[in-house]
C-alpha cells in the first residue's frame, strides 16, 4: 500500500520545462508570509513551514508547466536578488515581510548609521508628521542603499521620493532595528523626528 503523500522529486525531470522563478517566488511570499491559509498549509510559531508540505501545496494549486521540486524552491532561495527565504534542516521561512503575526519576534540588532525608505509623494506629509509606521506589515522596512529606496518607492507608483533616516540616533533612543538581509533592515515604527527628505523625483 502506498503513501498518502509521497515526497516530491528533488529534481525535475531531464528536459522538462521552465518554471517562471518571479511566479514562483510571488507564490513562496504569499503562502509564508501573507496567506498562508490559501494553499492550505499552517506556519510554525518562527513562520517556518516543512519544504515537503510546501512543494506539495504550490503542486495542488497548479498552474505551472509541470511540477514544482525541491531544486525550484532552492533556486529561488538561493539566487533571489532579496533573499527573501531560509532554509534549515527541511523547513523554509520567509525571513521578513510577514503581513501575518508571528510568535517568534525578529532578533534587535545595532543599525547602520544610516538608512532610507523610498515612497510616493502622496503618503510624504503622512509620514513627516506621523513618521513610518508598519500599515499592513508587521515592520517598516528600510533600505541600506539609496538605489534600492528608489527601486521600492517606485512600486507605490506617482512621484518617487527617498527619506533618509537616522538610524544611529534612532538606535541610540530605544527604536529597535531588526536585520532582514543585505540590502534591507526593518523596525516596529520610525519616528519622524528621525527622517529627512533626501530626494524627490520631479517627473
Known amino acids: 500500500m502506498t503513501s498518502k503523500h509521497t515526497e516530491p522529486s528533488p529534481e525535475p525531470p531531464e528536459g522538462a520545462?521552465?518554471?517562471?522563478?518571479v511566479s514562483l517566488s510571488k507564490a513562496m511570499s504569499k503562502a509564508l508570509r501573507h496567506r498562508p491559509e490559501r494553499l492550505g498549509i499552517t506556519l510554525a510559531p518562527d513562520g517556518s513551514v516543512s519544504m515537503g508540505v510546501l512543494i506539495r501545496a504550490l503542486n495542488r494549486r497548479g498552474g505551472w508547466p509541470r511540477r514544482i521540486t525541491e531544486a525550484d524552491i532552492m533556486q529561488v532561495v538561493e539566487h533571489g536578488s532579496k533573499q527573501r527565504?531560509?532554509?534549515?534542516n527541511g523547513r523554509i521561512r520567509a525571513r521578513y515581510g510577514h503581513s501575518i503575526a508571528l510568535d517568534a519576534a525578529y532578533v534587535p540588532a545595532e543599525p547602520p548609521a544610516?538608512?532610507?525608505?523610498g515612497t510616493s509623494q502622496r503618503f510624504l506629509d503622512s509620514i513627516l508628521d506621523k513618521g513610518l509606521l508598519p500599515m499592513d506589515r508587521?515592520?517598516?522596512?528600510?533600505?541600506?542603499?539609496?538605489?534600492?529606496?528608489?527601486?521600492?518607492g517606485r512600486r507605490h507608483g506617482g512621484h518617487t521620493v527617498i527619506l533618509q533616516v537616522d538610524a544611529?540616533?534612532?538606535a541610540r533612543e530605544g527604536i529597535r532595528f531588526y536585520r532582514g538581509n543585505d540590502?534591507?533592515?526593518?523596525?516596529d515604527t520610525v519616528p519622524a523626528r528621525y527622517l529627512s527628505l533626501l530626494w524627490a523625483n520631479p517627473s
Open 138 to 152: 508587521q515592520v517598516v522596512h528600510l533600505s541600506t542603499d539609496v538605489e534600492t529606496a528608489q527601486l521600492v
Open 183 to 187: 540590502s534591507t533592515w526593518l523596525a
Open 114 to 117: 544610516v538608512l532610507y525608505h
Open 85 to 88: 527565504f531560509a532554509v534549515e
Open 168 to 170: 544611529a540616533r534612532a
Open 17 to 21: 520545462p521552465d518554471i517562471n522563478y
